[in-house]
């Protein structure tokens, strides 16, 4: 921020209030005063901090609070007490709901129980999104029914951003909710700032550019052998790009396209500190996150018109799918019908290739010289070198046709160091390349069968 985009700080003493309220109180209106007993009125309270413009404060802050001026808005204190969740937020939506944005909803889960980690709700208050964390499980169908009908009346494929509660239902229940009803998934509620960094704008000298190793015309011929492409996903892998062995492989990393919008001084950050190694792929599934096939046919044109117009802005030219609606990599199946890869296929003319999965999927396909590769392997964080090793021998031995390419799912914190060692344990000769090459090589011998989700394959509605 400082070296690229000319920010210059005032530091204030570390989690001293009284300093921030003094220089900023003046551009609150009040405050609002959620209950320490009952955890769901902060979120209550978020809602109503957007729609007031409001400071949020639990009841010892009032006195600070009032300290700078600040006169009580909003006192939630006894109001939801004995009350169940859907009774609280339905008492937020006659109140607050039609104040609230129709772009932007939040989904300020996560965390549950006595903890929360809301990071994402100074976003959530600057957009007046309505906050809460109603659950998408069917066991819950008041909370279902209202969740349902909230998302429904929000704009075209707007935005959906935090978390689904990890005390109420599943990420596939709720990401499957958002895609039947045509929106965009932005996850992550502890994600912090987001109100500043919406707001940085690129630097003028600043253009994106990947690290294309072909030309997107190129055809190139695979030799009999196997070839790897290894694919680090879960917002830039977490943490791994700045840990050692960046730039010693080939390595692709998904890049979180609606940062675009939401933290397009991070995405500067990355593209600019790529090493000739790193090669970026566009994902999840469209402009957010979400799973094609809970998506109806009439809603997946208009998101994937946005995600082409985000990967031509960020010069991406591969697009990676992932569907949890049926399963995941432990129960169900995470393949693609024949007609959602139409869809892809027909939607984005101009990718060379699509990747599908998490762990390890049954779909291939290859239409035009772009082809559809499934990862054939997941590797999990706490997997070791020598069992991941040994995990890798056997797949090349149970493909034993050449070439083989086998694409790989690198699951969050894996450091690039372990995965060289991994490449390096394997007793046959492999050749780790980019994933734009390994596209072209996929495209140019297809020892891989056509396949697509077939009809009575397993299916679990809540993985």
Excluded at 51 to 67: C, F, H, M, N, W
Excluded at 149 to 176: A, C, F, M
Excluded at 357 to 369: I, N, P, V
Aim: hydrophobic share 35%; glycine share 8%; aromatic share 10%.
């Amino acid at each position: 921020m400082e070296r690229r985009h000319g920010t210059t700080f005032t530091r204030l003493g570390l989690n001293d209030a009284d300093a921030a309220l003094g220089r900023f109180a003046r551009y609150a209106k009040g405050y609002v005063v959620w209950d320490r007993a009952v955890r769901s009125s902060v979120n209550v309270a978020f809602t109503a901090a957007g729609v007031l413009d409001a400071l949020v404060v639990s009841e010892e802050l009032i006195p600070l609070a009032e300290k700078h001026g600040l006169k009580k808005l909003e006192d939630l204190r006894g109001i939801f007490r004995g009350k169940s969740d859907f009774e609280i937020y339905s008492w937020a939506v006659a109140k607050y709901w039609d104040r609230c944005s129709r772009d932007y909803y939040a989904v300020l889960g996560g965390h549950a129980g006595i903890e929360m980690q809301p990071g994402v709700a100074d976003f959530a208050i600057m957009q007046r999104a309505f906050c809460a964390d109603l659950s998408a499980n069917p066991k819950h169908p008041d909370e279902l029914g209202l969740l349902r009908s909230l998302l429904s009346r929000q704009n075209p494929t707007s935005t959906v951003i935090g978390w689904h509660s990890y005390g109420k239902d599943t990420e596939g229940q709720h990401t499957t909710l958002t895609g039947n009803l045509g929106l965009k998934m932005e996850g992550l509620h502890n994600l912090p700032n987001v109100s500043y960094t919406c707001q940085i704008p690129l630097t003028p000298d600043f253009k994106f550019t990947s690290n294309h190793n072909v030309a997107r015309d190129a055809k190139l011929q695979a030799e009999k052998k196997v070839y790897i492409a290894a694919l680090a996903t879960d917002s830039m892998g977490i943490g791994t790009w700045t840990k050692p062995g960046r730039g010693e492989i080939p390595y692709g990393w998904q890049v979180l396209m609606g940062w675009l919008r939401l933290n397009p001084v991070a995405l500067q950050f990355f593209y600019e500190d790529k090493s000739p190694n790193d090669y970026f792929v566009g994902g999840l599934s469209g402009p957010g996150y979400m799973y094609p096939k809970s998506i109806p046919a009439d809603k997946f044109p208009p998101l994937m018109k946005d995600a082409r117009e985000l990967m031509a802005q960020l010069d991406l030219r591969v697009m990676e799918i992932m569907d949890y609606s049926e399963g995941n990599r432990h129960v169900g199946n995470t393949d693609l019908t024949k007609e959602v890869v139409d869809r892809y296929y027909r939607e984005f003319p101009d990718a060379i290739g699509f990747i599908n999965g998490y762990g390890s999927a049954r779909t291939f396909d290859l239409r035009d010289g772009k082809p559809l590769i499934s990862y054939d392997y997941y590797l999990d964080v706490n997997r070791p070198v020598d069992e991941a090793a040994a995990d890798l021998e056997e797949l090349i031995q149970l493909n034993p046709q050449r070439p083989y390419f086998m694409l790989i799912h690198i699951r969050e914190s894996n450091t690039i160091e372990k995965v060289k060692k991994i490449f390096d344990s394997l007793t046959e000769p492999v050749e780790v390349v980019p994933v734009d090459v390994f596209m072209k090589l996929a495209a140019s011998d297809k020892t891989y069968r056509t396949r697509y989700q077939q009809p009575d394959d397993p299916i679990d509605h809540n993985p």
